[in-house]
């Protein structure tokens, strides 16, 4: 059945370390996004993707990067340069506006990043 | 800057009850309002959505009011049920792709 996919679902970053976070969706949307969730927080913007091989900086890009080569998948890289990346990471698509469905974002089921 | 406030980080709220979920917004150029709800390490789901043309949506139990002159918009959830219980997010757009979040309001129903 479709949705979207996060794995994994517990991560572990060493200091120095790049780790990537993997985002797959087979819903045929257009758009993706990553956000970051951190305790007694909303949900904040880090990057996102209207077509494939595009993609913008959200709220808080920096020490992060994506790619964008396949509609299927958005991965986001949590580099070194990230000093703070412990969180609960995001990952959504959503069709068009203009579309029936409007922007209504649909969410992965997350993944945890931890420092050791 | 938060352009969007849930102001209320909790509310409990007695089964069979009403929940009244209240969002403030900042920016005027937000057409499209939505709600989500979120368990502990899972994805939020979408709930209900309301565009700025309307004033109500209703969607079973839940249902979303605008007050655009305001920029408030409430969610009311009757009765609530134990299965209520998670956080909820209020986002909202402005013709683009982004959506902004609130911080969210944990919501308690109390058996």
């Known amino acids: 059945d479709g949705g979207i996919t996060q794995s994994p679902k517990y991560l572990f970053r060493k200091e120095g370390q790049n780790v990537t976070l993997s985002c797959e969706q087979n819903?045929?949307?257009?758009?993706m996004y990553w956000y970051r969730q951190d305790p007694g927080q909303g949900l904040r913007l880090i990057y996102y993707?209207?077509?494939?091989?595009?993609?913008q900086k959200g709220d808080i890009a920096e020490g992060y990067s994506v790619s964008r080569e396949k509609k299927e998948s958005f991965p986001l890289t949590v580099t070194s340069a990230q000093k703070n990346p412990t969180a609960f990471y995001l990952c959504?698509?959503?069709?068009?506006?203009?579309?029936?469905?409007?922007?209504?974002?649909?969410f992965g089921a997350g993944t945890r990043l931890s420092v050791l | 800057d938060q352009q969007v406030k849930q102001n209320s980080p909790s509310l409990s709220v007695q089964e069979g009850r009403i929940s009244i979920l209240n969002c403030d917004y900042t920016?005027?150029?937000?057409?499209?309002f939505l709600w989500y709800k979120k368990y502990p390490a899972e994805g939020p789901t979408f709930l209900i959505s309301?565009?700025?043309?309307?004033d109500k949506n209703e969607d079973g139990r839940f249902t979303v009011f605008l007050n655009k002159s305001a920029k408030h918009l409430s969610l009311h959830i009757v009765p609530s049920q134990p299965g209520d219980s998670a956080v909820y997010f209020c986002?909202?757009?402005?013709?683009?792709?982004?959506?902004?979040f609130g911080a969210g309001t944990t919501v308690t129903v109390r058996a």
């Open positions: 959504a698509s959503s069709t068009p506006r203009g579309a029936p469905a409007k922007n209504i974002q649909y």
């Open positions: 819903l045929n949307h257009d758009a």
């Open positions: 993707s209207q077509i494939v091989n595009d993609f």
């Open positions: 920016n005027s150029m937000f057409d499209y």
């Open positions: 309301i565009s700025s043309i309307k």
């Open positions: 986002a909202a757009s402005a013709n683009d792709y982004k959506l902004s």
